[in-house]
């Protein structure tokens, strides 16, 4: 990084056309391959953005991956916990909902994406301290994760060493443990 770059911070548009560039060398001939992978940069570029609190670049990025490829579920996932991490809960509410609208039309590639999706509502719900919905979507995420084929493509992935897993345990260990808090209060 050069200088002025430290000192006046990265050229993010001239970062995303090169990028951009490069794909459409790479890519160009199959042009549902290219916005898929120019989706995939753009979130993974919004989610080291969210990563050091720089929402607004982050939710910018997560906003041209979805214009780009609508049907790219990991990025209204990430939009969602941007919009939640700066308190915007109805944001999120509406991204998941957008979000679970794609997945009818996203195809194979993100099928298995409805617990994401139904954790990010549980997390919202939560965070409005609605116990009685947050009830609701955190045991469809955990019915969802428990589904015998998102759990095949997590054990392949895991083996593939893409993934570790344990988050995944964590969050549903967590929901569980939630819903008995929740349940034995009432």
Not at 77 to 105: C, P, W
Not at 122 to 135: E, G, I, P, T, W
Not at 140 to 153: C, N, S, V
């Amino acid at each position: 990084m050069g200088l002025l770059s430290r000192i006046f911070g990265e050229n993010i548009e001239k970062q995303k056309l090169s990028k951009f560039k490069e794909l459409e060398s790479k890519f160009g001939g199959d042009s549902d391959l290219l916005g898929n992978m120019k989706a995939v940069w753009l979130t993974s570029r919004g989610n080291h953005y969210g990563a050091n609190r720089k929402y607004e670049k982050a939710l910018n990025d997560f906003t041209e991956a979805i214009q780009i490829c609508p049907s790219h579920i990991p990025a209204y996932v990430a939009m969602a916990t941007s919009y939640r991490e700066i308190g915007k809960l109805d944001d999120a509410q509406d991204v998941i909902h957008k979000a679970m609208d794609a997945l009818g039309t996203a195809g194979e590639l993100y099928q298995g994406s409805e617990f994401e999706l139904y954790n990010q509502m549980a997390a919202v719900y939560f965070l409005k301290h609605d116990k009685n919905n947050f009830l609701v979507w955190a045991e469809r995420a955990i019915t969802a994760y428990e589904d015998p084929e998102r759990q095949a493509k997590l054990k392949f992935a895991i083996e593939a060493g893409v993934i570790d897993g344990a988050d995944d345990q964590e969050i549903i260990e967590s929901l569980r443990g939630l819903i008995n808090e929740i349940k034995g209060e009432n």
